[in-house]
């Protein structure tokens, strides 16, 4: 079982619209959790990171986290052309100092 | 602005070259790491330095070696390169600070290709 798992994609959602986007991770002692941003040839981004239970809001953007389901998800409201992109959960593991494990990344598409 | 520089954005090299991967921050960031991305398989940890001199292996160490001997710069190195090491390398860093406080910043990637 990977440590961090994504849905690869693409996942298609129109202009305008909530897109949801889903992580789930292995290890019950991680601590703190990341969403990156990726476009096509570019090097991640950082969008937002999270490290308690429930809602935090940031702009357009959400993450979600419940420990108990071992459960982080990302929604953008309002989508926009722009932000079709890879985006990429990484989890600070227990134990791991400052090392990011990262999953494969959902590719997202806002289609006009 | 946190500055991650990585000396090559693209490399074509052979089979069996030593090859030299050099990245210089410049926010005297004590934390740097190398991953490799490919496709379907995400970003992998190769290499990481919490500090000048030292090192540690991450999640595929095999076929790579690294070099800190300066605080703002953190070599990666194939002591003889591979076709399966044609990959995207990208470096990053942070401020021991954790994660949470100073987040991971990267560089803009180098491209290998091994023929």
């Known amino acids: 079982q990977k440590e961090v798992e994504q849905n690869s994609g693409p996942l298609s959602v129109p202009e305008g619209a909530i897109a949801s986007l889903n992580c789930t991770y292995s290890?019950?002692?991680?601590?703190?959790f990341f969403w990156y941003r990726q476009y096509s040839g570019k090097s991640p981004e950082l969008i937002m990171f999270i490290y308690s239970n429930g809602d935090k809001e940031d702009g357009r953007f959400t993450a979600q986290l419940n420990k108990a389901s071992q459960y982080v998800s990302l929604l953008i409201r309002d989508s926009q052309p722009s932000d079709s992109a890879t985006y990429l959960c990484?989890?600070?593991?227990?134990?791991?100092?400052?090392?990011?494990?990262f999953g494969t990344g959902t590719q997202l598409k806002v289609e006009l | 602005d946190v500055k991650v520089t990585q000396s090559s954005r693209y490399l074509v090299k052979r089979t069996g070259e030593k090859v030299f991967l050099e990245c210089v921050q410049d926010m005297d960031h004590e934390n740097m790491f190398w991953y490799r991305q490919d496709p379907g398989l995400g970003l992998r940890l190769i290499y990481f330095s919490y500090d000048v001199k030292m090192k540690e292996k991450g999640d595929i160490p095999e076929g790579y070696s690294v070099s800190r001997e300066k605080k703002e710069r953190f070599s990666l190195i194939l002591e003889s390169a591979s076709t399966n090491q044609t990959s995207m390398y990208l470096c990053?860093?942070?401020?021991?600070?954790?994660?949470?406080?100073?987040?991971?910043?990267f560089g803009n990637g180098t491209r290998l290709t091994v023929t």
């Open positions: 290890d019950r002692g991680s601590q703190s």
């Open positions: 990484a989890v600070a593991v227990t134990g791991g100092g400052n090392k990011l494990t």
């Open positions: 990053a860093s942070h401020l021991s600070r954790g994660l949470v406080n100073s987040p991971l910043h």
